[in-house]
């Protein structure tokens, strides 16, 4: 993926455009929906941010994101987060998030204070950890089939494992001290309750149907508020699950 990807064509209200990152040093592509009335209103509106899945750029889920954004009185952003761009690898993609985009947004744009967050696959997976890891920032976040077996115990990899295994996983996991700072599950120990507003959504043909159901049983035992939707039949496809 490079790190700018114009579009052949998009649909009504959204743009594609790029800011400079210093991190990177190179100008990064995003695309943005405004809202229709944007350019004639007033008002500062909300912001979401999408992030697309492992080999995506910022026009992956353009398509099957349109049922949510269409309509919006939301700005919706959707950034190029892909670790390896171009020729580059292991990009600073959570610093240049929070400390280049977010604030570029809120410079070139009229947003609220409001901000929520969602991802796909890989982009699922990070807008969760981000949302922990830096409470106060989202109000809420969806998880559309999540990967967070990477944000789990390193030993334990919960993707493409059969539902029926998660319990014996999760309680395996439990028993083993946690990497505190690098594990997504030790981080829910200690987010209160009412930080986020948290939605899972997976398909029970999904590969990553097992990483889902992990997060879940932990959030369980916490008592965390969350929202788990099980699409039947659907598997990793984004627009199924939308």
């Known amino acids: 993926m490079n790190y700018i990807n114009p579009p052949d064509i998009l649909p009504e209200g959204v743009r594609h455009t790029t800011f400079f990152s210093r991190l990177y ?7 943005v929906y405004l809202p229709d009335n944007y350019d004639t209103s007033r008002k500062a509106y909300p912001v979401h941010y999408h992030f697309h899945g492992w080999q995506g750029g910022e026009l992956s889920d353009i398509t099957a994101m349109e049922p949510l954004y269409r309509n919006s009185e939301t700005i919706f952003v959707f950034p190029n987060v ?4 171009d020729a580059e690898k292991d990009l600073p993609v959570e610093q240049m998030f929070f400390e280049e985009l977010i604030p570029h947004i809120e410079s070139q744009y ?16 990070m807008a969760v950890w981000y949302a922990v890891k830096h409470p106060g920032v989202f109000t809420d ?32 996991m439990r028993r083993e001290k ?12 200690r987010t209160p309750a009412d930080a986020i507003r948290l939605s899972i959504r997976i398909g029970t043909e999904d590969p990553l149907y097992c ?4 997060l879940h049983r932990h959030l369980l035992t916490l008592d965390f508020p969350h929202e788990y939707r099980i699409i039947d039949t659907a598997g990793h496809t984004l627009a199924d699950i939308i």
């Open 82 to 85: 892909s670790p390896e761009l």
């Open 110 to 125: 009229c947003t609220s204070a409001q901000r929520t967050i969602s991802g796909f696959s890989m982009g699922g997976g």
């Open 25 to 31: 040093n190179h100008e990064l592509g995003y695309a």
């Open 141 to 172: 976040v969806i998880a559309y089939a999540g990967t967070f077996h990477h944000y789990y115990h390193k030993d334990y990899m919960t993707a493409f494992q059969p539902v029926e295994r998660a319990e014996e996983l999760y309680s395996g």
């Open 211 to 214: 990483d889902a159901e992990v």
């Open 178 to 189: 946690w990497e505190s700072d690098r594990n997504l599950l030790s981080w829910f120990d």
